[in-house]
């Protein structure tokens, strides 16, 4: 059992100054004033650090991604303590452009070694492609059967890597992953990679026109990429439509017109977006090419999962976002909409999924993951298997 005391609480809602008591995994007590003899317990003072919900980060490449310039740009696999200096306490695991010398079952392996290592994962099904490559043989079945499929992405769209799927490809993508969906109690979210091509969300905007499939199905990734998209993407969300930002770039990138997250979460909000339509997510462990002005490739960086809470920081204490609202986008949004139950909340019943911040910097002090310290007083006290 550890008990956290006097914690100044955003659960992701504020909540003001309470103790959290968390045993085997879970919280079962979050009330000011909770006292339990010390040799049952371990007891931190958490006085001064502000408490808030375990981040999730929906859109990592956790086996390593890329490739895109050959063999040798294939990106190397996610590490326990990425995740750990991220906040980051549930993943979920997608291939992206490479289904090939990537799978789904490799995919599959290492969301369970992450799982093993301390902390949540959940994975989507498919890559680029349409149809999709699947595990069991359909979306359906493998939303079914293997209880960490939560979804099908990232289905590439608008995208000169993707396979150019026609409406009705997509529309039969889609309603599988409904049908998967509902059947298994998960969300079926088909996460949707969004290219800068011409034809923009006009396919996800189809299927909310002509067809019965609720927005809820659909999630639109890398929206933040240029300002067309952007802008296509404020009004997609001001029609109900869910939508998610990457935090992964570099500086040529955000010269050419991205559009960096904080700025994009204040702007999307300004514009009368819902703030519950709206997700951040990292791209961790995907390849970022970096051009020099003259366009020549410069190198390759690789996506981190801890650019995921430095965009909620910026979002704060750049474009003056208020915390609780920032919080949200890597929190209960995500939880809500991948129908991760017990994650994204701070809550007596929830899981043990904490992380601490420090006041004014907003800095990570702590990480704790199903009631185990990750990180503790800033020092990473948890490691991967082979780190
Ligand atoms: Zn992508």
Known sequence: MLLLKNADIYGPAPVGRADILAAGGRIVALEPGIRIPDSYVE????????AVPGFIDGHVHITGGGGEGGYATRTPELVLSDAIRGGVTTIVGCLGTDGVTRSLAALLAKARGLDAEGISTFMYTGYYAVPVRTLTGSI??????????????????????????????????????????????????????????RRG???????????EIPPTQLLPTHVNR??????????????????????????????????ACGRGLCAMLDAGVDASLITFTSDGQGSIPDFDEQGRLRGLQVGRVTSLFAAVRDAVLQARVPLATALQVVTANPARILKLRGKGELAAGADADI????????????????????????EVVAKGTFE
Request: glycine residues 10%; hydrophobic residues 45%; aromatic residues 6%.
């Open 43 to 50: 007891t931190f003072d958490a006085a001064g650090l502000i």
């Open 201 to 211: 969300l006009s396919l996800l905007r189809r299927i909310l026109d002509e067809t």
């Open 355 to 378: 992380v601490l911040l420090e006041p004014e910097t907003l800095e990570i002090n702590g990480v704790i993951a199903r009631g185990r310290w990750l990180m503790k007083t800033r």
């Open 140 to 197: 359906e079945q493998d939303l079914l059967l293997i209880d960490k499929i939560v979804g099908v992405g990232e289905v590439a769209l608008s995208d000169h890597r993707s396979t150019q799927p026609t409406f009705d490809e997509f529309a039969r993508l889609a309603a599988e992953a409904r049908r998967g969906g509902i059947l298994s109690g998960k969300a079926g979210v088909v996460n949707v990679h969004m290219g800068d091509g």
């Open 226 to 259: 240029n300002p067309t998209l952007f802008q296509e993407a404020i009004a997609y969300a001001k029609t109900g439509g869910q939508v998610d930002l990457t935090t992964s770039t570099v500086p040529a990138f955000l010269e050419e017109g991205e559009v």
